[in-house]
C-alpha cells in the first residue's frame, strides 16, 4: 500500500514539473535567444530617418526581450559600411541593421565590389515604416516650387548642389532620374545621412535636397528650409502646398521613391530568433503611440512578417537593377 500511495505521488510530482516546464518554456526560450546586448546598427549619421526611429524602437524592444538594446551609427558608402558590419556580426539576432531598404536593393546593380551578399548575408525581420521624399530647397534660392526650380536649373546648368545620403543611395538615384529625364545638370554632393543632407542644406553649403519626409519636415516647418513637393500619392498633411512629384511633372522613378525603412539582422541567425525579433517589431508598431508618432512625420508604418520582407527585397532588387541598367546609371 505504501509502495503504491508513493507511486501515485511520484506520478502526480512528474505530471506536475512536466506543466510547470511547459509553462515556463517561453521564458526560457527567451532568455535563451537573447542573453546580451542587442544592437541596432544604423549605417547613417544621426537625426536622420533610421536614426530617429531606431531610437524610439530601442526602448520598446529592450522591455520586449529583457535585453539592453542601443543604437550604434556607423554611417559610410551609402549605407553599405553599416551593411556589411552585420552581415559579418555573429549570427545569433543580437546584432540588427535599421535602414532604408531602397539602399539595400539597389546596392547589387550599383556596386561592382560590394563585400557582402545583400540576400544571403542579410536576414529579413520586418519593414517598419515608409517615408515619401521630400523636395526641398535653401530660402535664398529664387524659386517658390518645381516649376520654377526646373527653369532656374537649365538656365544655370551646374550650378545647383543638390545633397544626398551617399553615393547610390536611392535619394542619389531619384535626383540622378530627374536630372536625366528633365535635362539637367545638377552637382551631386554624398553625405553621410539623410540629416547630414539636409543640415548642409540649412547652412547653405548645397542648394537643395531629396530626402526622407520624418527626417526632413522638421526644418521645412521651423523655416530652414523651403518644400517644393513630395513623393507618393498624396500630399502631406503637414505640408499641404507642397504638390506631389506628379502633380508636379516629375518621372515617375521619382514619384514612386521615398524612404523604406526596414529591419534586419544576420544572415544565418536561427530561423527561431529571427521570428521572435519580428513578432517583437510587429507589436512595437502596431502601438497607438508609435503610430502616432510617424504619421506626425509624414511617414507610414508598414509593419509585416520576416518573409514578406524578404520577398520584397528579392523582388525589389530585380525591378531596381532593371531600372538603372535601363537609365545607365552608373556609380563611380
Do not use: C
Amino acid at each position: 500500500m505504501t509502495i503504491q500511495n508513493g507511486s501515485k505521488i511520484s506520478g502526480f510530482m512528474s505530471a506536475a514539473a512536466m506543466a510547470v516546464s511547459l509553462l515556463a518554456s517561453p521564458a526560457s526560450q527567451a532568455a535563451d535567444e537573447f542573453n546580451h546586448v542587442v544592437r541596432i546598427v544604423v549605417p547613417f549619421a544621426p537625426g536622420g530617418t533610421s536614426d530617429i526611429l531606431a531610437r524610439i524602437i530601442a526602448p520598446k524592444l529592450s522591455a520586449a526581450i529583457g535585453q539592453t538594446v542601443i543604437v550604434e551609427n556607423k554611417p559610410g558608402a551609402a549605407g553599405n559600411l553599416g551593411a556589411d558590419a552585420v552581415a559579418k556580426a555573429t549570427k545569433d539576432g543580437h546584432t540588427l541593421l535599421l535602414m532604408d531598404v531602397g539602399s539595400l536593393a539597389t546596392a547589387p546593380s550599383l556596386f561592382s565590389n560590394l563585400t557582402y551578399d545583400v540576400e544571403k548575408d542579410l536576414a529579413p525581420v520586418g519593414m517598419v515604416m515608409f517615408s515619401p521624399y521630400v523636395l526641398a530647397v535653401h530660402p535664398s534660392l529664387p524659386v517658390k516650387n518645381i516649376a520654377e526650380l526646373i527653369s532656374y536649373s537649365r538656365a544655370n546648368p551646374g550650378k545647383l548642389a543638390v545633397a544626398n545620403s551617399g553615393v547610390g543611395a536611392t535619394n542619389h538615384i531619384t535626383a540622378l532620374v530627374i536630372e536625366k529625364e528633365m535635362g539637367l545638370n545638377w552637382k551631386n554632393v554624398p553625405y553621410k545621412g539623410g540629416a547630414a543632407a539636409s543640415r548642409a542644406v540649412v547652412s547653405g553649403e548645397s542648394n537643395m535636397v531629396i530626402n526622407g519626409a520624418v527626417a526632413t519636415v522638421p526644418f521645412i516647418t521651423s523655416n530652414q528650409l523651403v518644400g517644393l513637393g513630395v513623393s507618393g500619392k498624396a500630399r502631406l498633411k503637414n505640408l499641404p502646398n507642397a504638390p506631389t512629384f506628379k502633380e508636379a511633372g516629375l518621372p515617375v522613378l521619382a514619384q514612386e521613391s521615398g524612404s523604406p525603412q526596414g529591419l534586419l539582422t544576420t544572415g544565418g541567425t536561427p530561423p527561431a530568433v529571427v521570428a521572435r525579433l519580428s513578432d517583437e517589431l510587429r507589436k512595437i508598431l502596431a502601438q497607438p503611440e508609435m503610430q502616432q508618432k510617424i504619421a506626425e512625420q509624414g511617414g507610414e508604418v508598414q509593419s509585416g512578417k520576416a518573409e514578406d520582407m524578404k520577398a520584397w527585397l528579392h523582388a525589389n532588387i530585380k525591378s531596381y537593377g532593371e531600372i538603372i541598367r535601363a537609365a545607365n546609371i552608373k556609380v563611380e
